[in-house]
């Protein structure tokens, strides 16, 4: 069975998701509802170092996240992207718009 889990850490400046699992139809709306939630209000650092699959669904929340980032005049950084993740990212030319970091000492 499919799914994510996601543990939140808060930062001075930022909110750091730490999200393992897949990224999928059946999983994205737990990140979806978490990450918007906060997007609003502060920066946004998602650890996908243990996400092992990225579907168009996942990828559709994490353009959607950038879009509102960008609204609201916020950051979105991914970092870590896992082997599955970056592959995902690449083929779709996603890349280009986030940041990938590898610390969170990165984005502050």
């Known amino acids: 069975m499919e799914q994510i889990k996601i543990i939140e850490k808060r930062g001075p400046n ?16 737990e990140l979806q509802s978490k990450i918007f939630g906060l997007i609003t209000d502060t920066n946004v650092v998602l650890d996908m170092a243990e996400v092992i699959q990225v579907d168009s669904s996942g990828l559709g929340v994490l353009m959607a996240v950038f879009n509102d980032a960008e609204e609201y005049k916020q950051s979105f950084y991914i970092m870590r992207p896992s082997n599955e993740v970056r592959k995902a990212l690449e083929s779709t030319g996603f890349i280009e718009y986030f940041p990938i970091i590898q610390s969170v000492t990165e984005a502050l």
Do not use: I, K, M, P
């Open 14 to 29: 930022y909110v750091l998701l730490e999200a393992t699992g897949e990224l999928t139809a059946n999983t994205f709306t």
